[in-house]
Nanobody, 128 residues
Framework: QVQLVESAGGLVQAGGSLRLSCAASGRTSSVNIMGWFRQAPRKEREFVAA?????????YYAESVKGRFAISRDNAKNTVYLQMNSLKTEDTAVYYCNADARSYVTLTDYAGAPGGSWGQGTQVTVSS
């Protein structure tokens, strides 16, 4: 079992930046992919970004955040980061960290069907 703890989100003006972190504990050696998802009020949860924790650290992003957000990892700290730049009001949501231990899952497949453990969620609010 993997436990995930996200950093606090916050309130930021449109065009600003914010960095989220997600620290994993427990059976972290079993985790192959970590990612971020978000859920805005009255909307379905959606994929944001994912990173392969071992092989090359490849990444994958939702089109809506590509070029603005960056996911990174620190394996020594069992932590994943989400750097969010050029924030827009439509980025307002509760952001959730996820850790997936399944093998042979591509990042694109993961984006559509994440497995494993979830963090508690952290609110990010972007004001105009």
């Amino acid at each position: 079992q993997v436990q995930l703890v996200e950093s606090a989100g916050g309130l930021v003006q449109a065009g600003g930046s914010l960095r989220l972190s997600c620290a994993a504990s427990g059976r972290t050696s079993s985790v192959n992919i970590m990612g971020w998802f978000r859920q805005a009020p009255r909307k379905e949860r959606e994929f944001v970004a994912a990173i392969n924790m071992w092989i090359g650290g490849s990444t994958y992003y939702a089109e809506s955040v590509k070029g603005r957000f960056a996911i990174s990892r620190d394996n020594a700290k069992n932590t994943v980061y989400l750097q969010m730049n050029s924030l827009k009001t439509e980025d307002t949501a509760v952001y959730y960290c996820n850790a997936d231990a399944r093998s042979y899952v591509t990042l694109t497949d993961y984006a559509g069907a994440p497995g494993g453990s979830w963090g508690q969620g952290t609110q990010v609010t972007v004001s105009s």
